[in-house]
């Protein structure tokens, strides 16, 4: 590991075990889907017979504890570091379900995968070194500066005119409405997961946090930002093909979050600009493989021609889509 430290390693095996658990959730619940598919209702006809399905509820346990441990790794790591890494999900997923879901993995699909892991690796390898917080008042300090003020008070400006501006106008035909809203609700709820996670780690040592309203006002705000995060993605997922959602949805939610990283706890202050650039272009090359990924997904799915066009059901483009992950 270099030079990294111990918390940033704390952080990086929890990224890592948390993109295990997530990636392979999606598989495991959508074999339970595909059971209960088979005997009743499909939920996307509005069906509930997945709650009856051992499968399905596994995946629920996996995507649980997957989010568990992303929370903890924002206690150790800087976000620039645990955010990135959620594309490992993605190959988890698509690998998963070659295997196991007979989804043809095409070989561009391997090199996007292959892209992931390399841009992931030039991130860990050239990660900040966590800022050193020993009370959850320092980080209100660093969330009360007027550089962080000032891109709260943007982000909170925009997603308002978003939201009741362009979203009565827009929402149901530009993708970037919606996910703009949960990228930039994202970063601060991103931010307020590092505090939340901060504050109990540092009460778990002995140091109890909770007795500074600081810490339950970052858990308030976690709460409000999560709730209407999920809102709008939900709103994007049932508008939008998740195939496209995903890649852009990854890319402004983690450049936004690093950017709301570096402003909050000044990350980069510590660095020199080749290993600044180094994290960009790792950045940069997981957007690639994460882009190549999924168009090329179904290219290895031969067609099935239809013999009507009244046979040609546009519900059906869902059932090979995997979920986008809605990364704190």
Not at 24 to 38: H, Y
Not at 178 to 196: D, E, P
Not at 234 to 256: C, E, G, H, Q, R
Request: net charge positive; aromatic share 12%; hydrophobic share 50%.
């Amino acid at each position: 590991m270099g030079g990294m430290s111990s918390d940033n390693v704390h952080g990086l095996v929890l990224a890592v075990s948390s993109s295990v658990f997530i990636g392979s959730s999606f598989i495991i619940k959508k074999k339970g889907l595909m059971n209960a598919g088979a005997t009743g209702i499909r939920a996307g006809s509005g069906g509930y017979s997945y709650l009856k399905e051992p499968w399905w509820w596994a995946g629920m346990m996996s995507m649980i504890i997957g989010e568990v441990a992303n929370f903890a790794a924002y206690a150790y790591a800087p976000a620039i570091l645990v955010t990135p890494l959620g594309a490992l999900s993605m190959i988890i997923s698509a690998v998963l379900a070659h295997y196991f879901l007979d989804e043809r993995l095409h070989i561009f699909g391997v090199v996007g995968c292959a892209l992931c892991v390399v841009g992931s690796t030039t991130i860990v390898l050239h990660a900040p070194q966590e800022t050193q917080v020993k009370s959850v008042k320092e980080i209100w300090f660093f969330a009360t500066e007027p550089g962080f003020l000032v891109y709260a008070c943007i982000v909170l400006v925009v997603v308002g005119v978003l939201i009741y501006r362009y979203v009565p106008l827009y929402g149901g035909t530009h993708l970037v409405v919606y996910v703009g809203i949960c990228s930039l609700m994202g970063s601060l709820t991103v931010m307020c997961v590092k505090a939340v996670g901060i504050a109990m780690k540092l009460s778990f040592s002995g140091s109890n946090q909770f007795v500074y309203f600081q810490t339950w006002f970052f858990t308030v705000l976690l709460f409000g930002f999560i709730l209407m995060q999920l809102n709008y993605l939900n709103k994007a997922l049932d508008t939008f093909n998740t195939a496209v959602i995903s890649p852009v949805y990854y890319v402004m939610f983690t450049s936004l979050t690093i950017l709301a990283s570096m402003i909050m706890f000044k990350n980069w202050d510590s660095q020199n600009a080749s290993q600044i650039i180094s994290e960009l272009s790792g950045f940069v090359t997981i957007f690639s493989g994460t882009f190549l990924l999924h168009k090329t997904k179904d290219m290895g799915t031969p067609a099935i021609p239809s013999q009507s066009p009244k046979l040609s059901n546009p519900s059906t483009r869902s059932r090979n889509e995997s979920p986008v992950r809605p990364d704190l």
